[in-house]
Structure formats: C-alpha cells, structure tokens
C-alpha cells in the first residue's frame, strides 16, 4: 500500500501556534521593539539606536537593525554583538538572571 505524500501531516503544526515558539514566529522588530521601548527611529538601513540593553548604558551605545535583527553594541566594555537569533538567547539568560 503506498501512501499519499499529500496527506503526510509535515506541515500542519505550523498552523497551531504553540506557546513556546510564539516568539520565534515575531518579526525582528516585532520583537525588538516590545523589548526595548526606548529604541529610536531606525534609518533608511533598519538600524535604530538605543541603551545597550545588556549592561550599564547611559548613553546609547547599542544599535540594532530592525530588518534582520542583528545587534552591536559600540562600548568598549561591552561589545555584545550577534544576530537576532543571538539576540533572543542573551535576552532570555538576562530575563532569568
Ligand atoms: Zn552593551
């Protein structure tokens, strides 16, 4: 008996959305954006400016482009930097710590 390759359900839990990857489904902005309320207005590139979010900024230091969501962050102290996948991973360890 051979099956159907139209009804392999491959695809269909991707309709559902599941708690815990609801964010992974957000934009870059999206997501960026909820976090860091203070971001200003991103140029014609994405990039916006801000507070570096993952240490003790007072002026802003951290950019990040809401397009694809990589981020850099200019101190020199600091230097935190990565993609937005990056982004997500450092914003959770910073949540539970
Ligand atoms: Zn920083």
């Not at 839990?13 to 990857?21: C, F, P, Q, S, T």
């Not at 240490?55 to 990040?64: G, I, K, L, N, R």
Request: charged content about 25%; glycine content about 6%.
């Amino acid at each position: 008996m051979t099956r159907s390759l139209l009804h392999v359900p491959r695809y269909t839990h991707k309709l559902g959305i599941d708690a815990d990857e609801s964010d992974s489904e957000l934009s870059p902005a999206d997501y960026i954006v909820a976090r860091l309320p203070e971001l200003g207005e991103a140029n014609a590139e994405g990039w916006a400016k801000t507070c570096c979010p993952f240490h003790d900024d007072h002026s802003p230091s951290f950019t990040v482009n809401l397009d694809t969501g990589y981020f850099l962050c200019f101190s020199s102290n600091c230097g935190v930097h990565g993609d937005f996948k990056r982004f997500k991973v450092l914003w959770n360890q910073k949540e539970q710590s």
